[in-house]
């Protein structure tokens, strides 16, 4: 059963960066799209940021031009950094496959935005 481990996140204040990384079991990083995604209480889970295993990316609206998905292939991890931000960043953050498809889901990451 694939595993997905995310960390990277905490604390920081508006205007500040923080880089989140998603280890996946297995090689199923290598040959899928993976894409991180962000969840608030009571909302639903939302697509942050996807990264095809050719490289390609794609973000959300919200993020666009704050965020950086990568994947490190040979480490079989992804990484979203995230820079200039915002409180309504704050949400936990988790990776998964970024298709229509998905794996379980790991515990996430909390990512805090406040001064």
């Known amino acids: 059963q694939v595993q997905l481990v995310e960390s990277g996140g905490g604390w920081v204040q508006p205007g500040e960066s923080l880089r989140l990384s998603c280890a996946a079991s297995?090689?199923?990083?290598?040959?899928?799209?993976m894409g991180w995604y962000r969840q608030v209480p009571g909302n639903e889970r939302e697509l942050v940021a996807t990264?095809?295993?050719?490289?390609?990316?794609n973000y959300a609206d919200s993020v666009k031009g704050r965020f950086t998905i990568s994947r490190d292939n040979s480490k079989n991890t992804v990484h979203l950094q995230m820079n200039s931000l915002k409180p309504e960043d704050t949400a936990v953050y988790y990776c998964n496959l970024g298709g229509s498809v998905r794996l379980n889901w790991g515990q996430g990451t909390q990512v805090t935005v406040s001064s």
């Open positions: 297995g090689t199923i990083l290598l040959f899928n799209a």
């Open positions: 990264i095809t295993s050719g490289g390609g990316t």
